[in-house]
């Protein structure tokens, strides 16, 4: 082939090296990285990542050539061992493995002694004298390779080794002897003709080829496509393929196999962690079948009554000791490593950076920069901003068995368990009992907001990532399972199902808002912990990020909880919201009923006036000297009234019943102003600025609310910063008109309360027309805050209550990368909202821009909004620490660029 594409490894040098993920993958750029260091390492060969996408390219079949360097490195490989592949008296044995840039443990395919045969297995028991090993060797290899390349489910060998160790008497495979495994194999061959069709294969040859193609398809086994959605791998990157020489485990007590971590990946710990076997093979570490040893009595294994690698072996664990600290030395991150013993000699099969949780990933980072290993730039880059998330709300405890009902989407973060309820007045009045309670709907609307405010989480079967449970479910700090639709809602039976399975109101199950899973029963939790670790990094990505971060927060308690998460302002305050309380709601509603009539509606305004003073006053108190951003009543006036079908049920059980007529004819009356409030497509509808004009009452009692609390506490030494912010204008004409309303009522409200309180109004861009034409809305708006989960909405005519239905299967297809509503759409969503900002700080220079979308919350498109030069962005307060980080992620890439360096070394995304 012209483009190289194998690279040789082993015997203290390679022809790659660790700088080549892209290429050799994490595992072969590992094991080239090693053995240039110097560190033992059985010899081999990498196929790279691009022969694998050759490979799909070309139909499924090996790349032209591709079996001509396979063979002419195999070569290499048999004379540097002196032995050959399947020879009868001196056997080459290999392992066959998978190999991603991304770290994808368990996804793809791995294969073991590979090269046993019929002949090569008598001559690997008289030459290591042990007969017991090589059949057991032939035994494993078999299952494997059926398993990977015949599809043969290991399941059924599993069955056959149970039936040996029965019949021998015995507990574990490592008991059975060299006449038990010998039999098993005949056994195991009969299965593979049986199953599979075809004799198990004897030539070598043979063998490795259909290895090397099923670790290429193994890339897209389903699995592996379910994990790389997870961790947004690319579909395209394709995986290397790494064939090394075997060495064994498998060989007596003097031999055994290991993983192990140069820190404790749990909690960050500076200690060596790990856990052996002695002989054993690589995948009975993590089967299960025997219970793996500590490598030490350090940490959470201190008091261990099993015996430790530093007893059994302790010039072996002192050479992997000696090993742990030059790899971390040199890699500067803490590494996951495995490693072999044969007959008393360490080899090293693995190195790359580890997997962690985010508590360790934030303390490993911190005591490295703090030791001088990295510095403070690089030990930032070193968390992502996702892990987070498991800092700040409760986790599944991951040593848990799981009874799993169904999936959904991970809508706010938190793992909780509650008992089922189906309505938010049944929430409330279970709470009241001391009851810990999950809410379950179809979906949810405003009308809910009770019982979500006491429920301990939510779980709707309808509903996106910007649906109305998952939107105010963060803004809570809630744990939330949205539009999972597995479970199908019945509010007559007040029951759910999932896969055939029953849960009954009172039921207690358990949500995980990180993974979307819905889980039967109370499963355990792991408290977050915030620690030491977690202020220093955040004071250190304070120190790199441009970009403010504000935060979504509608009462003062969130806004209190914001702060501490050090949130700089408010950057979306919702009062729609605070329409909903007991005694406001009804005074909401004979509002609406009355829309007709100015009379009524300015006297329900005044009603709601002082209400709507003491919820400002309580948010502007709570964030004295940050900046508050109001937006005016934005949602349509149907959404303040009761849903159309239970009103009609309830009109149908009071005719029945017949003995209330004044209370039918409220309900029939209340029918008749639902349904002439109906819209067909009410997000487009009657809403938004649309209701500040025709009905300007409403406001009109909202600033002037804004304004007298601004001004009240302003008199008393309040610094008080607020933005008035007009929802849904599509052209400058409706913002000139609902500005000048507003100038005029705060005009009054400060000549009235004789004091002057700084004060911006601006609009949201939501409508794409209002991006188009910015410069001309720029000419009346003092800021711009960009709610982008409508503008997501209405650039792509998606609705994002019923876009899940096909948007998981949009991206598992490739028509799109990945959720528009989870991260902002870049090349369609991102160009109008630099087309807006271009537009409108053309016409006005230093136009305030920022975003307060849920999206305001998702690390690439933080990191889109400081490439954007917005001034700021908002999320809910949980995930104002996560915002932060991408903040300074994202400056800190910018500037390395701008540098011409490139990515930072050792950033998180290593991790994956």
């Known amino acids: 082939m012209a483009k190289k594409i194998i690279y040789a490894f082993g015997n203290g040098s390679a022809e790659g090296n660790g700088k080549m993920k892209e290429l050799l993958g994490g595992k072969g750029a590992g094991l080239a990285e090693m053995s240039n260091l110097g560190v033992p390492v059985p010899p081999g060969f990498t196929i790279t990542t691009e022969a694998c996408t050759a490979f799909y390219a070309g139909g499924r079949k090996w790349p032209k050539g591709l079996d001509v360097e396979v063979k002419k490195y195999l070569k290499r490989l048999e004379k540097s061992m002196g032995r050959v592949l399947g020879d009868p008296k ?14 994808m443990p368990g996804m793809m395919d791995t294969i073991l002694n590979l090269g046993l045969n019929d002949a090569s297995v008598e001559g690997l028991g008289r030459e290591s004298d042990n007969e017991r090993f090589a059949w057991d060797s032939y035994r494993r290899f078999i299952q494997m390779y059926s398993d990977v390349v015949l599809d043969v489910s290991k399941e059924k060998f599993e069955h056959e080794l149970t039936r040996a160790k029965e019949s021998e008497g015995v507990k574990y495979d490592a008991e059975l002897s060299a006449a038990a495994l010998r039999q098993l194999v005949t056994t195991y061959k009969k299965l593979v003709k049986k199953e599979a069709g075809v004799d198990f294969p004897q030539d070598p040859w043979k063998q490795l080829e259909g290895a090397i193609g099923a670790v290429f398809l193994s890339w897209n086994n389903q699995r592996a496509i379910d994990y790389r959605r997870i961790y947004k791998i690319p579909g395209e990157w394709g995986t290397a393929v790494n064939v090394q020489s075997m060495v ?84 500067r991150d803490m590494l996951d490593v495995e490693f072999t013993i044969q007959q008393g000699t360490l080899y090293m099969l693995q190195s790359r950076v580890g997997k962690r949780t985010g508590a360790a990933s934030v303390r490993i980072a911190v005591e490295m920069a703090e030791s001088g290993l990295i510095d403070k730039k690089t030990a930032v880059m070193r968390v992502s901003p996702d892990q987070l998330d498991q800092l700040l709300h409760p986790t599944l405890d991951p040593s848990a068995k799981l009874d799993i009902l169904a999936k959904g989407l991970p809508a706010s973060p938190g793992a909780v368990s509650g008992r089922v309820v189906f309505s938010a007045d049944d929430a409330v009045a279970w709470v009241k009992k001391g009851e810990a309670v999950m809410l379950t709907r179809l979906e949810t609307s405003p009308e809910d907001i009770h019982g979500m405010e006491v429920a301990k989480g939510i779980l709707t079967a309808r509903g996106g990532m910007t649906s109305h449970a998952a939107v105010v479910a963060r803004g809570m700090g809630k744990p939330c399972v949205a539009g999972c639709g597995d479970i199908h809602v019945d509010y007559d039976k007040q029951q759910f199902t999932a896969a055939g399975r029953v849960v009954k109101e009172g039921d207690w199950i358990t949500i995980d808002g990180v993974s979307g899973r819905v889980v039967a029963g109370r499963a355990p939790t792991v408290s977050p912990k915030m620690d030491r670790y977690f202020a220093e990094l955040m004071q250190w990505a304070d120190t790199f990020r441009k970009l403010k971060v ?25 009062t729609e919201h605070m329409f909903f309380g007991e005694k406001r709601l009804p005074v909401v509603r004979e509002m609406i009923l009355n829309m007709n009539d100015q009379h009524v509606r300015q006297s329900s305004a005044d009603k709601l006036m002082p209400m709507q003073k003491d919820d400002f006053l309580g948010i502007f108190k709570a964030m004295e000297g940050l900046p508050v951003t109001i937006r005016l009543l934005d949602p349509p006036l149907h959404e303040f009234l009761p849903n159309l079908t239970e009103l009609t049920v309830e009109i149908e059980e009071l005719r029945k019943n017949g003995k209330d007529a004044k209370k039918l004819s409220a309900a029939e009356t209340l029918l008749a102003r639902v349904q002439s409030l109906h819209e067909l497509n009410p997000m487009l509808g009657h809403r938004g600025c649309r209701l500040g004009i025709t ?44 500005r000048q309303m507003a100038v005029k009522v705060a005009d009054e409200v400060q000549a009235r309360l004789k004091v002057k309180v700084p004060h911006l109004i601006g609009t949201m861009i939501e409508v794409p027309r209002a991006a188009v034409c910015a410069d001309e809305i720029a000419k009346e708006a003092e800021f711009f805050s960009f709610w982008t989960n409508d503008l997501t909405q209405m ?118």
Do not use: W
Not at 92 to 100: D, E, T, Y
Not at 550 to 574: K, S
């Open 550 to 574: 504000r935060t979504n927060a509608d009462t003062p308690p969130d806004a209190v909880r914001a702060r501490g998460f050090g949130a700089e302002g408010i950057g979306l305050c919702r």
């Open 695 to 738: 009905f300007p009452e409403l406001y009109d009692m909202q600033v002037r609310a804004i304004m007298e609390a601004a001004c009240e506490l302003t008199k008393k030494g309040v610094k008080v910063l607020p933005e008035i912010m007009i929802p849904l204008i599509g052209t400058p004409e409706e913002l000139a008109m609902t």
């Open 248 to 331: 064994f485990g498998n060989m007596g007590n003097d031999s055994g196999t290991g993983v192990a971590f140069t820190r404790d990946p749990s909690n960050g710990e500076n200690r060596f962690y790990g856990e052996y076997l002695l002989n054993a093979q690589g995948e009975d570490v993590v089967a299960g079948i025997r219970t793996p040893h500590p490598i030490n009595r350090t940490g959470k294994d201190k008091d261990t009554k099993l015996s430790t690698l530093e007893e059994e072996m302790p010039e072996v664990y002192e050479q992997l000791c000696d090993i742990r600290k030059r790899l971390e030395k040199h890699y």
């Open 90 to 103: 001196k056997p080459l044995l290999v392992s066959v493995r998978s190999g991603a840039r991304a770290s």
């Open 795 to 912: 650039t792509f005519g998606y609705s994002r209550d019923d876009a899940f239905k096909f948007l998981p299967k949009y991206v598992e297809l490739g028509i799109l990368k990945i959720d528009p509503f989870i991260s902002i759409d870049q090349k369609g969503v991102g160009v109008l909202m630099e087309m807006a900002v271009q537009k409108g700080r053309s016409v006005r220079k230093k136009l305030k821009c920022g975003i307060c979308g849920e999206h305001g919350g998702e690390a690439a498109s933080v990191m889109f909004c400081h490439r954007l030069g917005l001034d700021y962005v908002s999320c809910s307060p949980f995930r104002v620490p996560l915002a932060r980080l991408a903040a300074a992620h994202a400056a800190i890439e910018e500037a390395a660029a701008k540098r011409g360096k490139g990515a930072i070394k050792g950033r998180a995304s290593d991790q994956n």
